[in-house]
């Protein structure tokens, strides 16, 4: 279990909810070493000079700002930390925002806010709040002499918070040169309703465990097999994906591929009111030929 990385209390008005605040995040990156390929010994960086490659110490190291091509403001350590923003223990909530406001560029690192000792029930007690209202805390907090910008929203009963970007930092659509011009290349309306079409046939519910790096775990099969001394075979490359040249076609072939998908899996796993329908039919079609029976054998009578 992840350990607390940042102690301190939400604060909003006159409100302070003391927190604990652990990573959401772990990441399974697989890292590699630099080693000699001649013996296999590990590498280790040096820091050198650039015109003439001597070693310099790290006592010896200070921080620089380019200005322009080879020059540069020599900045103090100390200096940097007369900035530093103050100490602080809070996260200060600012304002609420609903969350579909928020742009999920602006999102970067997740953390869980756990209520600290004693502070169970105003932890409760915001979390419920926010859940009712659909809002979204924007806030500021310190961690590690570093001023973040963060969202503080609740989920399932809990306080999540996500460090955030700020404007200057995100790159928006029309800052990127590339992009198609809306009106030249403007679909049809028959395009655009079989790509609604294609969408919404390929449209479930996010179930976020059925998805895997299968890279990494190729990766790590990898590893495991050549450290027991297996002989590796190199697959074969894949194929190129080939160039849409007729764009209805593709798209008619591709949802047609999606409904018999889709056709497939409701013929191996029925639904319940698929079934409930299908037995409401077999038992009208059995009432309607007992009536014809009944019919039949009141005719046979009165004759």
């Not at 990156?29 to 650039?50: E, M």
């Not at 404007?167 to 009106?183: F, I, K, S, T």
């Not at 097999?225 to 190129?240: H, L, W």
């Amino acid at each position: 279990m992840p350990r607390p990385i940042w102690s301190g209390a939400i604060s909003f008005g006159l409100v302070n909810v003391p927190v604990k605040l652990t990573s959401a995040q772990s990441q399974k990156d697989v890292r590699f070493n630099q080693l000699d390929g001649n013996d296999n010994a590990r590498i280790s960086t040096k820091r050198v000079r650039v015109d003439d490659g001597e070693e310099v110490p790290y006592e010896r190291i200070v921080k620089g700002y380019e200005i322009a091509p080879g020059r540069y403001v020599v900045i103090d350590p100390r200096e940097l930390e007369s900035l530093d923003p103050k100490a602080s223990r809070t996260i200060d909530i600012e304002e609420f925002v609903s969350l579909d406001e928020i742009d999920p560029l602006y999102y970067e690192k997740g953390y869980i806010l756990l209520p600290d000792k004693g502070a169970e029930k105003p932890y409760a007690l915001l979390a419920r709040a926010m859940e009712a209202s659909g809002k979204v805390a924007i806030a500021r907090f310190v961690m590690r002499t570093k001023q973040y910008l963060a969202s503080v929203r609740a989920k399932s009963g809990a306080l999540v918070l996500s460090t955030m970007l700020y404007e200057d930092e995100v790159v928006v659509p029309d800052q990127v040169e590339g992009l198609p011009d809306a009106e030249s290349v403007a679909p049809s309306a028959k395009e655009v309703a079989m790509a609604e079409q294609l969408i919404e046939s390929l449209t479930t519910e996010f179930e976020p465990g059925k998805y895997r790096d299968t890279y990494r775990d190729k990766v790590l099969e990898l590893i495991e097999a050549k450290a027991e001394g297996q002989e590796i075979v190199q697959s074969e490359p894949g194929e190129e994906p080939t160039k849409v040249v007729d764009l209805m076609a593709a798209l008619e072939a591709s949802l047609a591929a999606a409904k018999k998908a889709k056709g497939a899996k409701v013929e191996d796993k029925p639904d319940k009111a698929k079934r409930a329908n299908k037995a409401k039919k077999a038992d009208e079609a059995e009432a309607e030929l007992d009536a014809e029976d009944a019919d039949e054998d009141d005719t046979a009578a009165s004759a």
